[in-house]
């Protein structure tokens, strides 16, 4: 049992979202059980996350970290700060995520979900009710977006205004690298060129390789066209790391990248010449 006692005030409107839907029912099922909640919606990516939040205005979101996409994080950076619900995150095992919670003093559940971990997120998630610990709250979470995305959350002048990169092409600002039970985010911009090696692409940024099973094509659909562009068949290239261009053979060019490497460009991907003009 989450708990067993009368609401005394108006049931808290909540959110759930998670791109599983056996995720979803799980969470909604417990949830129930709590009187003072009401549970308004759910939502099964990070664009309807957005719709329903502005939609509905919850008062408190479970908000799944892990998503294709649009993840929970690219979530909170598209929000006004005056939009941010009280948010409790959900996540598979992940250092990089819960170490960020812990900095900024937040809640979040691990998958599995336990229920006394379960009650304990809802004990402190019920303390928005008062506008001090609320502020606090968007405090903290404002802190967070900073952190883990490099940037303040959009307002809506500066978003108007800034139309190019990953906000013009609809891109997250981020790589999702998931390996097993642990997810690393890689900023777009830190990658300096990534290969394929059969069903795994190998990453290479900030001087780490980083192993992604997923197609080239998938791949390069997520990525941000004015940062990464494919320059081979199993070859994508930063071109903002691109340091020298030296004709090859068979109208090919050999690229020097910021870090000495040097790749290949196919005569086949010869019209993305025109990115190192």
């Known amino acids: 049992m989450i708990c067993c006692w009368a609401p005394m005030q108006k049931p808290l409107k909540t959110l759930i979202v998670d791109d599983e839907t056996r995720a979803r029912r799980s969470l909604r099922t417990r949830l129930v059980e709590a009187p003072d909640l009401e549970i308004v919606a759910e939502a099964r990516d990070g664009h309807e996350a957005l719709e329903l939040i502005r939609r509905h205005h919850p008062e408190l979101v479970f908000l799944d970290v892990q998503m294709p996409g649009v993840d929970g994080f690219d979530v909170l950076r598209a929000l006004k ?4 619900p009280a948010i409790i995150f959900v996540t598979m095992s992940d250092d990089y995520a ?7 003093t937040l809640d979040y559940l691990l998958k599995p979900i336990s229920d006394s971990a379960l009650r304990d997120a809802l004990a402190g998630a019920r303390k928005i009710r008062d506008k ?10 404002l802190g967070l977006v900073r952190d883990i995305t490099g940037r303040a959350p959009r307002r809506p002048r500066a978003a108007k205004n800034r139309g190019a990169g990953a906000r013009r092409s609809g891109k997250s600002p981020r790589l999702a690298i998931r390996d097993g039970g642990r997810t690393t985010w890689v900023r777009q911009q830190d990658i300096e060129w990534i290969d394929a090696a059969g069903d795994y692409m190998c990453v290479h940024a900030s001087g780490e ?12 659909q997520a990525l941000n066209p004015s940062i990464l562009q494919r320059i081979h068949r199993s070859t ?10 030296e004709p ?8 020097t990248l910021a870090s000495g490497h040097r790749v290949k460009l196919s005569r086949s991907y010869k019209d993305k010449l025109a990115h190192f003009a």
């Open 81 to 84: 700060p005056r939009e941010l």
């Open 98 to 104: 819960t170490r960020a919670f812990e900095t900024h």
């Open 132 to 141: 001090k610990h609320a502020a606090n709250h968007r405090k903290r979470l």
């Open 209 to 220: 390789t980083l192993i992604m099973r997923t197609t080239m094509k998938h791949l390069e």
């Open 236 to 245: 994508i290239v930063n071109i903002k790391q691109v340091k020298a261009l």
């Open 248 to 255: 090859h053979m068979n109208g090919e060019y050999f690229l």
